[in-house]
DNA sequence: AACTAACATTGGTCAGACAAATAGGCAATA
DNA sequence: TATTGCCTATTTGTCTGACCAATGTTAGTT
């Protein structure tokens, strides 16, 4: 008969592997404090019962995701990592930044996700912005309204002035899931804006959307939120549109690459 | 003068990191395709004029992030990976997971994102669920009748229908921001639900959703929405009252551990 | 007391070797 | 013919042992 030999659960994976999940499930899961030291690496080899080559390439994978730390000399070695807010977002916008180079994501889908988004901080963010983030959501406006300003250095300020948007509604977990879509926009929207970009336009929605969250009027706020992201949604569809011829001819050597390369996996 | 020496710019990081940074820049501008092969180890220690040790350390790196993956043999070799959905997913999930058990995110600024989040999904969702999704929802609220099931099945099957939920909005970017919100709870549910979840009442408010998904009726869908969030949040509440002598207890522990650990950093 | 130099500890890198997986070719066998 | 076993080349996985580089400690010197 068929089943009666279990196929499945052959360890296949190689040391390293198993030992860095080992060590991150004991961080997760609060056996590991934040700060701690882990054993030096020469301890950690012996206890595993490797070397200490297979060691360091677990600690590697452990670093590349920012949960140790480490540092030579005496008072040195390993630490478990407290990974920062701002450590986090870049993660999570360069996650978010690959997805999109990727084509995994429709930019009109991306704008969709950010004005639902950022709707619900609008309506967050009358009842709980500060004078501080008031006046930082200004800072930006001017900044937008420098006609010197390089496109690089506006869509920039543009990114920072929703990000302060977000933050007026003062839930870190929101903030956490609006990054990722924000900040993925940045790189798409500098490709595209340098020709289309009606910057009067969007600093005047900013604006709108300042002196609202000022007098704490979610209607206005979110008005003009939505006339933001509807302009931007046109500038999409222009340009695209528009890229059509021009985009096929850049799309060729990566096709001529794709077909050069080896597929043998 | 003070000007001639330029002082930064010194290359403090190691050989690694820097190797795996120019990388994953190549995948990222897209100077590798998916799919692509890597030049073998070998190759690449000579070019970068680095031992094969650091190379693979770099290496692990990208593995880390799921950027790339190995295959040993003739034909294998390190290959540019596509990260799949549902790997991304589970990267943010642990994220997300790592930044509440550290204690970033208290539960009901959680509780509060999903709600803003999930009531968007609603609307985009009445308008685009498909009749699978709705079975799909059906399946979810059939298993969670079963009186038999454990906690630990009963809080999963809550976190598929709530992940369904979002996917009926139809939108990846949605999706992605959503997935580490809703998987984020799923420990910290589980913790607590043991004790306090009345099941009748979280599978009427998803009935409730499913038939108003099943109508188009955005209305009821975001009422019943509402209603299971409340339901949560004065749970999530009565749990932290009633654990706080428990909780003391059971940290007591961690603290020692805390103070034992070498914090030398 | 303050500075200096040697020392010990620990991560970072290197070199070379062998082990393990895997594709392809080749021959023996039913 | 089709299957099986085996050999070989290639590439990643792991090991060993060594030395380099950074850094806190400590003893010694001024």
New binding site residues.
Partial sequence: MSGAIDYRGLV???????ISEKIRAAILEGRLQVHE?????????TRF?????????A??RL?AQNLIR?????????FVNRPSREELRATLASTATLLVSLGEFDLLQIAEAREEIELACCRLAVERRTDAQLEALEREIDAQRDATLADTGFCASDVRFHRVLVECAANPALEFAAAGVIEALQPAVNMIVFRFRDRRQVVGQHERIRRALENRDAEAACAALRAYMQALRTQYREAQTSRGAGAARQSAPRAAAKSRAHR?A
Same sequence: chains 1, 2.
């Fill in positions: 296949t994976e190689g040391l390293a592997k198993q030291r882990l054993p030096t690496e020469e301890e950690l080899a019962e490797v070397s200490r080559a297979t060691i360091r390439e600690l590697k670093a480490s540092r030579r000399g005496p008072a040195g070695g390993n043998r």
